[in-house]
């Protein structure tokens, strides 16, 4: 799929404020254009997790309301307070559990140094319930005064490029799925995803007045 897409961009190039694969076979480094397997590989991890993350969080996010009934009537009659428990839930459930990142100097955290150049795991779906900087980190609270804390889609030049679209796709799922039936409840046990991701790959639900 990625190649498809970089092929076609090379005959039919878009706008290269408006297409990030144009973009990328315009951009010149030292007189060279990049490496087109960079190119592939990077609008490759873009549509895996395009595809990917969304439709896990909207796994998790079913299985929290399909155990929560006052929180799913709470939503219904308060539609205005569905972009709050967006954010909450990407906090309670961020789909990654986290990434390979290389420190680029010598960093100090709590007593422990990490140097230059070493490895590093950043767990973000462990940072997102760490107590000291979320009170009561594994609950549902949709009234948080740090909401925008969390590290869902990362921060600073890592950040998401996807994060605002992801947030409206998850923002309209909820939407949907509270207006689909008066109610819903789980029948079975969630399907756990594998590593990396971390949520549910498939949930089993009932909507009431569901024939």
């Known amino acids: 799929m990625a190649r498809a897409i970089v ?7 878009m706008p290269v404020d408006e297409d990030v694969t144009s973009a990328l076979l315009a951009t010149r480094v030292d007189g060279a254009p990049l490496p087109e397997e960079m190119i592939v590989g990077t609008i490759r991890q873009v549509l895996v997790v395009g595809i990917i993350a969304p439709s896990v969080m909207i796994g998790s996010i079913a299985v929290h309301l399909g155990r929560d009934q006052a929180l799913q009537a709470h939503l219904r009659a308060n539609p205005a307070l569905v972009p709050a428990a967006v954010e ?83 923002n309209v799922a909820v939407e949907e799925l509270l207006a689909a039936a008066p109610g819903f409840t789980l029948t079975g046990e969630p399907k756990p995803t594998r590593f990396p991701e971390i949520g549910a790959l498939s949930v089993p639900v009932a909507f009431e007045g569901a024939a």
């Not at 980190?137 to 949709?142: K, Q, S, V």
């Open 7 to 13: 092929a076609d961009r090379k005959a039919n190039p």
């Open 88 to 170: 909450e839930f990407l906090r309670l459930y961020t789909p990654y559990r986290g990434f390979a990142r290389t420190a680029v100097r010598d960093v100090t955290i709590r007593g422990r140094t990490i140097p230059a150049g070493e490895p590093i795991a950043l767990v973000y779906a462990s940072a997102n319930r760490d107590e000291d900087v979320f009170e009561c980190p594994h609950e549902f609270r949709i009234d948080r005064p740090n909401m925008k804390d969390p590290l869902a889609f990362g921060r600073g030049t890592h950040s998401c490029v996807g994060a605002a679209l992801a947030t409206l796709e998850l």
